[in-house]
């Protein structure tokens, strides 16, 4: 989980998470340095509630963007033995507890990725998303989908489930993303080496607390990352399935 200014909600998102029944789960909190005191937090957890065999925490030194986070959090995961990767937001937009429901769809349909999916059959959007960011997210999938010819009903979601092998297979180190669109650049690469990728359906909720990091910079990163992937095709493996 990437964390920055997510003080408000790592306690709730964490809480959630380790009531599940996955035993062997842990959990990875690379914090930003945030200025709320995020990183200090989880540290503290880690500590005094959870102990440092189930939660780790990466402090960076100082916000890097959403894709570095992710490089930094899955690299270090893979280091330490990590057989299955889950990458979620900590704002509780994403439900801890379709986690069980992902891992066994991995496993049982023998997928390298599975996504939880807003526009999978049975997936919705919270109703108090503010129309204009529905708008923004529908319109941002289709503008992805075509220019990168990909069929994922859901490209730019952020609540996945990786095998080991597929992110050694992916190279996530050499993933140039740095903000929103690492989502994208990671479903693309997959595609390009002709895994398997399934979605099941879940409900996104609006953050809990604190603010979108959604910056005017990042959304342009994210309009032009699709042409730039395009020129990469060739190293990035075989062409998408038709």
Same mark, same amino acid.
């Given at each position: 989980?990437?964390?920055?200014?997510?003080?408000?909600?790592?306690?709730?998102?964490?809480?959630?998470?380790?009531?599940?029944? @996955?035993?062997?789960?842990?959990?990875? &909190? #690379?914090?930003?340095?945030?200025?709320?005191?995020? =990183?200090? %937090? $989880? /540290?503290?957890?880690?500590?005094?509630?959870?102990?440092?065999?189930?939660?780790?925490?990466?402090?960076?030194?100082?916000?890097?963007?959403?894709?570095?986070?992710?490089?930094?959090?899955?690299?270090?995961a893979l280091e330490h033995g990590a057989d299955f990767v889950v990458q979620m937001d900590a704002d509780l937009s994403h439900p801890p507890e379709a986690v069980p429901?992902?891992?066994?769809? @991995?496993?049982?349909?023998?997928?390298? &990725? #599975?996504?939880?999916?807003?526009?999978?059959?049975? =997936?919705? %959007? $919270? /109703?108090?998303?503010?129309?204009?960011?529905?708008?923004?997210?529908?319109?941002?999938?289709?503008?992805?989908?075509?220019?990168?010819?990909?069929?994922?009903?859901?490209?730019?979601?952020?609540?996945?489930?990786?095998?080991?092998?597929?992110?050694?297979?992916?190279?996530?180190?050499?993933?140039?993303?740095?903000?929103?669109?690492?989502?994208?650049?990671?479903?693309?690469?997959?595609?390009?080496?002709?895994?398997?990728? #399934?979605?099941?359906?879940?409900?996104?909720?609006?953050?809990?607390?604190?603010?979108?990091?959604?910056?005017?910079?990042?959304?342009?990163?994210?309009?032009?990352?699709?042409?730039?992937?395009?020129?990469?095709?060739?190293?990035?493996?075989?062409?998408?399935?038709?």
């Amino acid at each position: 989980m990437p964390t920055y200014n997510e003080a408000d909600n790592l306690p709730a998102v964490l809480e959630a998470l380790f009531a599940l029944p @996955l035993p062997a789960l842990r959990v990875l &909190v #690379v914090d930003d340095n945030s200025p709320d005191g995020t =990183g200090d %937090l $989880a /540290e503290r957890l880690a500590r005094e509630e959870y102990g440092p065999e189930r939660l780790s925490v990466l402090r960076r030194p100082g916000k890097q963007g959403l894709g570095r986070a992710y490089v930094h959090g899955i690299t270090h995961a893979l280091e330490h033995g990590a057989d299955f990767v889950v990458q979620m937001d900590a704002d509780l937009s994403h439900p801890p507890e379709a986690v069980p429901q992902m891992l066994g769809t @991995l496993l049982s349909t023998e997928a390298d &990725v #599975v996504i939880g999916s807003r526009y999978a059959t049975g =997936g919705k %959007l $919270a /109703e108090n998303w503010a129309p204009h960011r529905k708008a923004l997210s529908a319109w941002a999938n289709f503008y992805v989908r075509v220019l990168l010819h990909l069929r994922i009903r859901d490209v730019t979601a952020g609540f996945k489930i990786w095998r080991r092998e597929t992110l050694r297979a992916i190279d996530v180190a050499g993933v140039a993303s740095n903000g929103y669109s690492f989502q994208v650049e990671m479903n693309y690469r997959a595609v390009r080496l002709g895994l398997k990728i #399934v979605e099941v359906p879940i409900r996104f909720e609006e953050r809990h607390d604190g603010q979108s990091k959604m910056s005017l910079g990042v959304q342009l990163e994210s309009a032009l990352m699709p042409f730039r992937l395009r020129r990469l095709a060739g190293r990035l493996g075989a062409p998408p399935r038709e």
